[in-house]
């Protein structure tokens, strides 16, 4: 008895080093809340300050002249939210690997990244042409869209609960893209709601 004890024992350290080896296990749940808290404070921005109101946003280009002084500050907002939210869950994760004795930047991490930035940079480059164009109805969508197909390109090689996050994303700009006045919204609950469920899901499933 006391025998296979000790192979389930052995095979459990085995299965568990193997998982370190092949996925990214140092990403932080509260990277996730707080990017979440960083999306509805920049949606409130928005909302209350540049005057950005649901229903608004339509298919129909606008003159790109007309929406650069409000479309530079939301550019601006937004990247103000992205560079804040990537900040945290770096210094998050870093944190967090020094924890497990393990370094943040190794061959999985690599791959994790390499798989996100295909379609981050894919769909950055699509919604400055989107906005070139004058076409700002379908940025919202497309943000969620391409940020859905990254975290579940990247969910391979981390937590499965980030390939659910990213269909979640791709369903709520899916949305988003039909009901385009509802953008802000889906926007809200998209990277602000979801992010802040997955993050405290992550702290309490692995972290405690």
């Known amino acids: 008895?006391?025998?296979?004890?000790?192979?389930?024992?052995?095979?459990?350290?085995?299965?568990?080093?193997?998982?370190?080896?092949?996925?990214?296990?140092?990403?932080?749940?509260?990277?996730?809340?707080?990017?979440g808290i960083y999306a509805l404070v920049g949606v409130y921005i928005a909302y209350q300050y540049l005057g950005v109101h649901p229903g608004q946003l339509t298919y129909v280009a606008t003159v790109p002249e007309t929406w650069s002084v409000t479309g530079t500050r939301l550019i601006a907002l937004a990247l103000a939210v992205?560079?804040?939210?990537?900040?945290?869950?770096?210094?998050?994760?870093?944190?967090?690997?020094?924890?497990?004795?393990?370094?943040?930047?190794?061959?999985?991490?690599r791959r994790l990244v390499l798989n996100m930035a295909v379609p981050l940079v894919t769909g950055g480059v699509l919604i400055l042409i989107l906005i070139a164009k004058g076409l700002t109805g379908l940025i919202v969508p497309f943000t969620l869209i391409f940020y859905g197909l990254a975290?579940?390109?990247?969910?391979?090689?981390t937590y499965g609960a980030v390939r659910v996050l990213g269909l979640i994303e791709i369903g709520l700009g899916l949305i988003s893209a039909y009901f385009v006045g509802f953008g802000l919204y889906c926007w809200a609950v998209g990277f602000g709601l979801f992010h802040i469920i997955y993050?405290?899901?992550?702290h309490y499933r692995y972290e405690q």
């Open 82 to 109: 992205l560079v804040l939210a990537i900040g945290t869950a770096v210094y998050l994760s870093y944190k967090k690997a020094g924890r497990r004795s393990e370094k943040l930047w190794n061959g999985t991490s």
């Open 199 to 202: 993050g405290i899901y992550i």
């Open 151 to 157: 975290l579940y390109s990247a969910g391979q090689f």
């Open 1 to 35: 008895m006391t025998q296979e004890k000790d192979y389930t024992r052995d095979l459990t350290e085995i299965r568990s080093m193997m998982e370190r080896t092949s996925k990214f296990l140092s990403l932080s749940g509260w990277a996730g809340v707080m990017a």
